[in-house]
């Protein structure tokens, strides 16, 4: 008897130009031909797959790495496999994977629903591999609705991740620069003119190549490289925002010399 499901799709190469027509393998009916082991074999790579990119949250490209993450999932799914198989209540292994495995996770999500996702999994492995075909069937049916939580959830995680990795490196950026700042709100007084400043832009022109030589010869080069014209943005955004600089460009200002 053959298949029930046609296992190919046919769609037109361009529809305004009236192209040929392209043939692949349909999805619906390669999935529906999956065994069960291979079911579970797709599951154990999708988890895998979450762990590892849970675990990015440096953005690291280094795929040494990646392959570590990989290594470790695999043994622990093992472990996991082993402590269910000798008797361990699956409650209390969720508990396990929870400890073990999501600590790295950003997402409060992703650390609920990842461990409910990998005991599914675990399990309908259990019982596959003993010959409870049908249970292990009935089984993936509760993963599968767990595995949509957890793909919303490594959504999240990913999100934060850029989220935290930008605010980091605001941070850094901040603490790079704060010998400038300081400098910069000395320069406000010692630089100033006799009369004073006369306005923001000009103490921002007038002092951005003396504060950029401080840079220059500071520990710090070697961490932001500037330009003299980046050197003045930043200074008129200090003369505007930060508190410390606008108090010391009003007293060395020519309104209040003038006073």
């Known amino acids: 008897m053959s298949y029930p499901?046609?296992?190919?799709?046919?769609?037109?190469?361009?529809?305004?130009?009236?192209?040929?027509?392209?043939?692949?393998?349909?999805?619906y009916s390669r999935l529906s031909?999956?065994?069960?082991?291979?079911?579970?074999?797709?599951?154990?790579?999708f988890l895998k797959t979450t762990y590892v990119e849970g675990n990015n949250n440096a953005a690291s490209a280094d795929e040494s790495i990646d392959e570590e993450r990989e290594t470790f999932f695999l043994k622990s799914y093992e472990c996991f496999y082993s402590a269910l198989s000798q008797g361990q209540n699956p409650m209390s292994c969720e508990e396990d994977i929870r400890q073990e495995l999501c600590p790295a996770f950003q997402s409060k999500e992703l650390q609920a629903c990842f461990p409910r996702s990998m005991v599914w999994a675990l399990c309908a492995?259990?019982?596959?591999?003993?010959?409870?075909?049908?249970?292990?069937?009935?089984?993936?049916?509760?993963?599968?609705k767990s595995e949509c939580f957890t793909e919303i959830a490594i959504n999240e995680e990913y999100k934060l991740a850029v989220s935290n990795a930008r605010r980091k490196a605001g941070e850094d950026s901040y603490g790079n620069r704060?010998?400038?700042?300081?400098?910069?709100?000395?320069?406000?007084?010692?630089?100033?003119?006799?009369?004073?400043?006369?306005?923001?832009?000009?103490?921002?022109?007038?002092?951005?190549?003396?504060?950029?030589?401080m840079h220059m010869n500071s520990s710090h080069a070697s961490v932001e490289h500037f330009t003299e014209q980046e050197i003045e943005t930043i200074l008129l955004g200090w003369l505007k925002n930060n508190k410390a600089c606008k108090e010391a460009f009003y007293e060395n200002s020519k309104k209040n010399r003038l006073k």
């Open 5 to 27: 499901l046609n296992e190919f799709f046919e769609i037109q190469e361009s529809k305004k130009q009236g192209g040929g027509l392209i043939v692949g393998d349909d999805y």
């Open 33 to 45: 031909q999956l065994s069960l082991d291979g079911h579970i074999k797709l599951i154990v790579n």
């Open 125 to 144: 492995d259990i019982l596959f591999r003993n010959g409870y075909q049908e249970n292990a069937w009935s089984t993936l049916i509760n993963y599968k």
């Open 178 to 213: 704060k010998p400038l700042q300081i400098n910069f709100i000395k320069s406000l007084s010692s630089k100033a003119p006799a009369n004073g400043w006369s306005s923001r832009k000009v103490a921002a022109y007038k002092l951005a190549p003396i504060v950029l030589d």
